[in-house]
């Protein structure tokens, strides 16, 4: 009898909306209040809710990817060993990573020369800005300057991902025994604990003490690894690997995820804006420098939230969606390819209409609407069963055809 290993269903499919989720954070980028400087897009139609919605899904969307990709990440390990788990990634995350380098980043620049200037200046690409678009456009790829301008952009998690892997290899093969064993009896406690949310933001929130602007995270974009954002991501991700030996403990986790997600989002992340709005107002220097005590809390609210939403979001995801279901599948198939391209469709529609009278709801619709169709229709006529749907998320077999003669299973 062919053992069929278990399938992590809702936790597979977490993942998957946490890509889609960044499509919406994305498409939203060019409509808050105060100015995205890297953005390349910026409506004459803009909004506090999109503010609001940019603070909101940053503190939790990349962090809670990160934990799942460490807990995948040890599934592999465990079930094909190091040398598999290297081979795995290589193929998912390194090929894609250079393919996407060599083909979309490029696209990209091409994008952002033909948007907002100082979006130029705050990427750092070079321009001439005496020249008109076309020649610019023209000048900057055929010199050849465009190689120079290579950066992992949106694509940042992936660098961070393939580190990340390097990072865990010398634990994997070092810390066994006694040592291995004390470690996960410790964090073990910690996940039993009913305060593990505390001392989980408690831990986290150093790490965003030293951020550009305290309790938000950075958002890299270049080849450089700042240590602190290094770390910060690494914790989760450390956090997510050691889950993985304790994974009977996820319906205990998460098994009050409605107080947790009420908690986060009526308490403490009232507590987190209002404290991150006066930071703001400190850098406009609209308000006197908040003292160590806000700046403290500050930190740990946004620390806080993030673990509430994290933990909430499993246990949501974990009653929700327990068993198979093929949209379910397809669509957590389909989340790469989307997040790979979607930067493509969401800045060109957000060029061609930041200046258009339509009303900014209207705008945003049309731009997730018109980015989100091409996406998934590219990925089932053009990807899912082709070598780079194989490369991308393994082999996926045609369904077969029915016919009304036959009895369907």
Same mark, same amino acid.
């Not at 270049?222 to 050691?242: D, H, M, S, T």
């Given at each position: 009898?062919?053992?069929?290993?278990?399938?992590?269903?809702?936790?597979?499919?977490?993942r998957?909306?946490?890509?889609?989720?960044?499509?919406?954070?994305?498409?939203?980028?060019?409509?808050?209040?105060?100015?995205?400087?890297?953005?390349?897009?910026?409506?004459?139609?803009?909004?506090? +809710?999109? !503010?609001?919605?940019?603070?909101?899904?940053?503190?939790?969307?990349?962090?809670?990817?990160?934990?799942?990709?460490?807990?995948?990440?040890?599934?592999?390990?465990?079930?094909?060993?190091?040398?598999?788990?290297?081979?795995?990634?290589?193929?998912?995350?390194?090929?894609?990573?250079?393919?996407?380098?060599?083909?979309?980043?490029?696209?990209?620049?091409?994008?952002?020369m033909?948007?907002?200037?100082?979006?130029?200046?705050?990427?750092?690409?070079?321009?001439?800005? !005496?020249?008109?678009?076309?020649?610019?456009?023209?000048?900057?790829?055929?010199?050849?300057?465009?190689?120079?301008?290579?950066?992992?952009?949106?694509?940042?998690?992936?660098?961070?991902?393939?580190?990340? $892997?390097?990072?865990? +290899?010398?634990?994997?093969?070092?810390?066994?025994?006694?040592?291995?064993? &004390?470690?996960?009896?410790?964090?073990?406690?910690?996940?039993?604990?009913?305060?593990?949310?505390? +001392?989980?933001?408690?831990?986290?929130?150093?790490f965003?003490?030293?951020?550009?602007?305290?309790?938000?995270?950075?958002?890299?974009?270049?080849?450089?690894?700042?240590?602190?954002?290094?770390?910060?991501? $690494?914790?989760?991700?450390?956090?997510?690997?050691?889950?993985?030996?304790?994974? !009977?403990?996820?319906?205990?986790?998460?098994?009050?995820?409605?107080?947790g997600?009420?908690l986060?989002?009526?308490?403490?992340?009232?507590? $987190?804006?209002?404290?991150?709005?006066?930071?703001?107002?400190?850098?406009?220097?609209?308000?006197?420098?908040?003292?160590?005590?806000p700046?403290?809390?500050?930190?740990?609210?946004?620390?806080?939230?993030?673990w509430?939403?994290?933990?909430?979001?499993?246990?949501?995801?974990?009653?929700?969606?327990?068993?198979?279901?093929?949209?379910?599948?397809?669509?957590?198939?389909?989340?790469?390819?989307?997040?790979?391209?979607?930067?493509?469709?969401?800045?060109?529609?957000?060029?061609?209409?930041e200046?258009?009278?339509?009303?900014?709801?209207?705008?945003?619709?049309?731009?997730?609407?018109?980015?989100?169709?091409?996406?998934?229709?590219? &990925?089932?006529?053009?990807?899912?069963?082709t070598?780079?749907?194989?490369?991308?998320?393994?082999?996926r077999?045609r369904?077969?055809?029915?016919?009304?003669?036959e009895?369907?299973?």
């Open positions: 009898m062919t053992h069929h290993p278990e399938r992590y269903h809702s936790l597979d499919f977490l998957a909306a946490m890509m889609f989720l960044g499509i919406m954070l994305h498409g939203v980028l060019s409509f808050p209040e105060t100015r995205i400087p890297f953005w390349p897009a910026w409506d004459v139609d803009r909004s506090p +809710v999109a !503010d609001f919605l940019i603070f909101v899904i940053h503190a939790f969307r990349m962090q809670t990817f990160f934990l799942l990709a460490g807990f995948f990440g040890c599934l592999l390990a465990e079930r094909s060993g190091l040398w598999g788990l290297l081979k795995h990634r290589f193929a998912r995350i390194v090929i894609p990573f250079g393919l996407a380098l060599i083909i979309i980043q490029p696209i990209l620049q091409a994008l952002w033909l948007g907002n200037r100082d979006a130029l200046r705050a990427v750092g690409m070079p321009f001439d800005p !005496d020249l008109p678009r076309a020649q610019m456009l023209e000048e900057h790829f055929l010199s050849g300057r465009f190689l120079g301008s290579i950066d992992p952009f949106h694509l940042w998690f992936l660098y961070f991902l393939i580190v990340f $892997f390097l990072l865990i +290899v010398p634990p994997m093969l070092l810390i066994r025994g006694r040592a291995a064993g &004390y470690g996960r009896r410790l964090f073990r406690g910690l996940l039993q604990l009913r305060g593990r949310s505390i +001392v989980l933001a408690l831990i986290t929130m150093p965003l003490w030293t951020m550009q602007l305290e309790g938000m995270v950075d958002t890299p974009n270049r080849w450089e690894l700042p240590p602190n954002l290094l770390g910060y991501y $690494f914790l989760f991700f450390a956090v997510g690997w050691l889950l993985w030996h304790d994974r !009977d403990l996820l319906p205990t986790i998460g098994r009050r995820w409605p107080w997600l009420a986060g989002n009526l308490v403490v992340l009232p507590v $987190f804006l209002i404290l991150m709005f006066a930071r703001l107002d400190v850098m406009q220097q609209k308000s006197p420098p908040l003292g160590v005590g700046t403290a809390l500050l930190c740990f609210s946004a620390a806080l939230f993030t509430l939403m994290l933990i909430g979001l499993i246990g949501m995801f974990q009653t929700c969606f327990t068993r198979e279901r093929h949209w379910v599948r397809w669509a957590a198939d389909a989340s790469y390819w989307c997040y790979l391209w979607h930067m493509v469709p969401i800045i060109a529609l957000q060029i061609l209409l200046q258009s009278p339509l009303p900014g709801l209207l705008k945003f619709a049309i731009i997730i609407g018109v980015s989100l169709a091409l996406l998934l229709t590219s &990925y089932q006529w053009g990807v899912r069963y070598a780079i749907g194989r490369l991308l998320n393994g082999r077999m369904p077969l055809p029915q016919h009304n003669n009895p369907r299973p």
